[in-house]
Each structure stands twice: as structure tokens, then as C-alpha cells.
């Protein structure tokens, strides 16, 4: 990852403000499938401001069931199949609001996020983020038709 000032050519600056005492900026090639800007709120979610001009959020239980990890994919699969799955219970203190604790840049395709019941195996990339961008049916359905 390159020092701050010391940008290669084609690559774009990224801010994330990854906790409420630090925010940290990072530097990654452009792409279509990369945000320009990148915040995340622990008690919130994580909005990321496309090149586009649009913006997503996601909130943070959102995120957690939606965790590309294995475990989370094989579990997601089983309530597919069975929606009366026993689920696993949450670690974390009991009573406790799911929380995101650390966010960190994986190289310059995505974002590894630890949630405060303890998972923290997923690795998050733009395309997968792209793909379940809760606010992308509303975007496209507000969108004029192209018919013309």
C-alpha cells in the first residue's frame, strides 16, 4: 500500500473513517466496482460513495447476515432449504446491540469488517458489496427507462 502523498499514477485516495478516535485513509486503484470514499459508523453500518456519484448503506446486522465467510454462506444455504434451521447463537454480552468493532482494507479490492459477536471471517469485496447493495432496486426502479 503506498504512503499517503506517494499515490502511484491511477490510483485514487479513499477515506474511511474506521473508528470514532481515528480515521484512517488508504489508496487504491480506480474501478468501476471500487468506492471513492468509504465510512464506517460502528453502531450503524458502512456507506460507501460509488464513482457513479450514488452512495450505499449498509447497516451492520445487514452486513453480519450477509457475511461472505463460509460458515455464514453454508448456514444462508440451510435456510434456504430448511427455514426452521436452528440458528447458532451470538456470541458477544448478552443483550448487547451488534456492533462493527474493526474495518480494515484488504489490498484494493475490499473491506474485512469484525463484528462484536465475534466474526470477523468475512472479507467483503466491492463486487460482493455491489451485489447486495440493499438500496440497488430502489436506485434502479427510480431510474428512467432506456427504451427510447
Given amino acids: 500500500m503506498a504512503a499517503f502523498g506517494a499515490e502511484p499514477e491511477g490510483v485514487v485516495f479513499i477515506a474511511a473513517s474506521l473508528s470514532r478516535e481515528l480515521g484512517v485513509g488508504y489508496a487504491v486503484r480506480a474501478d468501476a466496482l471500487q468506492p471513492e470514499a468509504v465510512d464506517v459508523k ?3 453500518g458502512v456507506t460507501l460513495r460509488w464513482a457513479d456519484g450514488s452512495s450505499s448503506f449498509y447497516p451492520v ?3 453480519r447476515r450477509n457475511s461472505p465467510s463460509a460458515d455464514q454462506k453454508q448456514l444462508r444455504e440451510q435456510l ?3 427455514p426452521l434451521t436452528v440458528l447458532p447463537s451470538r456470541g458477544g454480552p448478552v443483550g448487547s446491540p451488534l456492533t462493527i468493532v474493526d474495518a480494515q482494507m484488504v489490498g484494493t479490492y475490499a473491506l474485512k469488517i ?5 466474526h470477523d471471517t468475512g472479507i467483503y469485496s466491492w463486487a460482493y458489496l455491489h451485489e447486495i447493495d440493499p438500496n440497488a432496486s430502489a436506485r434502479s426502479s427510480s431510474e428512467p427507462s432506456r427504451d427510447d
Avoid at 469484525?114 to 465475534?118: Q, T
Fill in 42 to 44: 460502528r453502531e450503524l
Fill in 61 to 63: 446486522a445487514y452486513l
Fill in 80 to 82: 434456504g432449504r430448511n
Fill in 114 to 118: 469484525s463484528f462484536s459477536d465475534g
